[in-house]
């Protein structure tokens, strides 16, 4: 599951899936700010720690600011203060959606981005920890391609553990920039966050079932596309009041079960509580 949400841990539904595995997405610098962005990291992280749950944190832009991009220097060292204070936790992906200009400052970045990860790769040397790459956001663009090429060229020798975002795939019903993307690379691949849509601002308005029928995709064709896939982690468990972006919850904001929700039940061979 991807999910930000410390009561998901704790619905007794979702423990009945049976997912001990969550991506988390961390601002880079909440750690050094404190304050209430860490005790509510701090929530987070000891409900995860107290249910067995994996974490996989997907550091991103920075609460501040969307536009603050740091220097390697100064990620590195927000990195050491986050491992400092959840030394436990073991699987990190250096920046969500890191290709992506529209939401993140290193959308036009790939050589800062790859420093990141260089950075963070040396701080988890010795099987200390593992990084993914980034979550890179598979969407066909030029600007992508252009990305990823430059981010190549810096990261250095592998082998390398691939992150990808797939929504633009799975909600048009098709592997075509997930193919591209494994052309593109060498390695496993994490698809670090991917989800069936019910709206996404003005392009997709509110759609159950529309929705249903790109989770069947999700769960049935889409992870046929490699064997490379090692994991996918499905974004996200229940809608959020008043955020009328983005959607692709298994619940509604009420906590009723979509169609969705009984799809990924079935895909797992359990039965939906």
């Known amino acids: 599951m991807s999910d930000n949400r410390p009561e998901t841990i704790l619905d007794p539904r979702f423990g009945k899936s049976g997912i001990k595995r969550i991506r988390v997405q961390v601002p880079y610098d909440d750690v050094a700010r404190g304050g209430i962005r860490v005790r509510y990291l701090d929530h987070w992280f000891d409900t995860a720690k107290q249910h067995g749950i994996e974490p996989l944190v997907a550091f991103y832009r920075s609460y501040r600011s969307r536009h603050l991009l740091p220097s390697g220097a100064t990620f590195r060292r927000n990195f050491r203060l986050f491992r400092k204070r959840y030394p436990w936790v073991r699987h990190f992906s250096t920046w969500d959606e ?8 290193t959308g036009d970045e790939p050589r800062r981005t790859a420093e990141y ?3 963070a790769r040396r701080e988890c040397s010795g099987g200390r920890c593992t990084v993914l790459t980034v979550g890179f956001r598979a969407d066909g663009s030029a600007h992508s391609a252009w990305w990823l090429a430059e981010f190549k060229r ?3 020798r ?4 691939w992150g990808l975002v797939a929504h633009p795939d799975v909600n048009r019903f098709q592997t075509l920039y997930t193919r591209d993307f494994l052309r593109s690379i060498q390695g496993p691949v994490w698809v670090t966050e991917i989800g069936a849509i019910n709206f996404f601002g003005r392009g997709l308005p509110p759609s159950i ?5 790109a989770m069947r995709y999700m769960m049935s064709d889409y992870p046929r596309v490699s064997r490379r896939i090692r994991r996918m982690y499905i974004y996200h468990w229940r809608a959020a009041p008043g955020n009328d972006l983005f959607d692709s919850a298994l619940l509604s904001v009420e906590g009723k079960p979509r169609p969705a929700y009984r799809i990924f039940f079935k895909a797992l061979g359990r039965r939906a509580p």
């Open 158 to 161: 592998g082998p390398h553990t």
């Open 98 to 105: 890191a290709n992506f200009p529209a939401a993140q400052p």
């Open 209 to 213: 079932s529309r929705q249903t029928r």
């Open 117 to 119: 990860y260089r950075a």
């Open 154 to 156: 810096h990261i250095g």
